[in-house]
């Protein structure tokens, strides 16, 4: 995210955060989105809460989302998913590696209190870039394989301003896929993520979740 005066907003280590990326497949950005930053983005217009189907192929959930093209959506989303592509752009170009392709949709999902939660699953193909998905509200234990597959697993509670990026299908090579990954029900009340990701299919072009878990 950019201020006024264009400075950065978020606070990360790009570099080491790209470079987790390309490796494991995934980093926690600890509070990357400073305290008095969230209330802007869990504030933004968006489309009404649609629930979410709980069984979708194999993966299983329990929740309500939203979703806006990154273009349609407050200057505040477009400033965020804006500057997490920009900057790990910049990180992966010193290794010589591909840009991260733009952000072109924006979903936002609610679990409410003691039950929403999403089994183990790789996001689906049509995903590639990264995935960014910041947690705006509430704490639920998010646990994530590191690949190649069968390697080891790593949890821990979500917080307010914490970003996980995950890397998608086919970046920064055709055979990368993005690591298996699934988050448990909020420990205390309800939870809101908003979730960043570039679609190969173009903004709205399906979403398949369940093909490969």
Known sequence: MVDNAGT???RAGWTQ??????GRGWVRLVEAVPTDVVPSLVDV??????QLPEQEGVVRQQGFGSY???????VTVRNVAEEIAVSLTDAVAVLGMPQVPAFNEVTWTRYPDGRGHITAHRDPPA???????VTLMGAARFRVWDEP?????????TASGDVVVLRGHRWP???ARCPRHEVGAPVEGGRIIMTLRHNTRGAGGGYDLGAEA
């Open 173 to 175: 090579r055709s055979e």
């Open 68 to 74: 806006l093209p990154v273009a349609e959506a407050a």
């Open 45 to 50: 217009p968006r489309p009404r809460w649609h």
């Open 8 to 10: 950065p907003v978020l």
């Open 149 to 157: 597959e069968g390697s080891p697993l790593t949890e821990w509670l």
């Open 17 to 22: 955060a790209a470079e987790a990326v390309l």
């Open 127 to 133: 995903y590639s870039g990264v995935i960014a998905v």
